[in-house]
């Protein structure tokens, strides 16, 4: 698959709820440390915070709720024609709790980017910090990968490790991998604005080659 022909420059987000990684992502664009604009950001839940920490930042903010739609291909087809509006080189689903249509996915490939909170491949799915305590991991972490149809399993890009201390609890661990993928998920991005991350829709090119293993970040 060949490379992309420029680098990305505008960035699409989808949320669903707090939007802290939303929030890690539009300060490091405002201070300079990525260099991507951020065009929009969608959520599937009208009442989701993080679409008030992107209109406080200026930057649109539309919910499309599921429910108000008669079907889920209704729903994906509005989805893809507000982020088509926009035009963005990257959509990056930050705390996105939907999986999306194999079409959907098809739509953006190669554009489509999520985090997940771990160290994928180990706990793709729901409650992925639990079950990294109660199978007696001794670290955990979090992903940025390619999207594809089957969930969590697309190309890896980076991660990010934290330990898991003896005391942890989930909502420990929760919070202190979100404190890891703030830092991942822009100091991902950059790089590819930067160009030394490309991706199509199935391969990683890191500095012109294939990425065989993700990146890896150091947590501190
Ligand atoms: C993040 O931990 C993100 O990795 C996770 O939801 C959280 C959203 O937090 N995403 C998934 O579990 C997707 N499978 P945020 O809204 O504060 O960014």
Not at 63 to 84: G, N
Not at 164 to 172: F, H, M, N, S, Y
Request: charged letters at 25%; one cysteine or more; aromatic letters at 4%.
């Amino acid at each position: 698959m060949n490379r992309p022909a420029h680098p990305p420059r505008t960035l699409a987000v989808l949320v669903s709820g707090t939007g802290s990684n939303l929030q890690a992502i539009l300060e490091a664009s405002r201070s300079g440390k990525l260099p991507l604009e951020p065009a929009l950001v969608v959520s599937d839940r009208a009442q989701a915070p993080a679409l008030d920490r992107a209109r406080q930042q200026g930057v649109p903010a539309f919910s499309l709720e599921r429910e108000t739609f008669p079907s889920r291909s209704s729903w994906e087809s509005a989805l893809c024609e507000k982020l088509d509006q926009y035009r963005p080189d990257l959509v990056a689903m930050a705390g996105f709790m939907r999986v999306l249509r194999a079409e959907t996915v098809q739509h953006f490939a190669g554009r489509l980017l999520n985090i997940h909170p771990s160290l994928l491949p180990r706990h793709p799915g729901l409650h992925p910090h639990r079950r990294a305590i109660e199978e007696g991991d001794p670290e955990h972490g979090a992903t940025v990968h390619l999207v594809i149809p089957e969930v969590d399993a697309g190309p890896r890009l980076a991660r990010i490790r934290v330990p898991i201390l003896p005391d942890d609890t989930e909502l420990l661990l929760i919070e202190r991998t979100k404190q890891a993928e703030h830092r991942l998920y822009p100091a991902v991005l950059a790089e590819l604005a930067s160009g030394r991350l490309a991706v199509t829709p199935d391969t990683v090119f890191w500095k012109g080659a294939r990425l065989e293993s993700p990146l890896e970040f150091p947590f501190s």
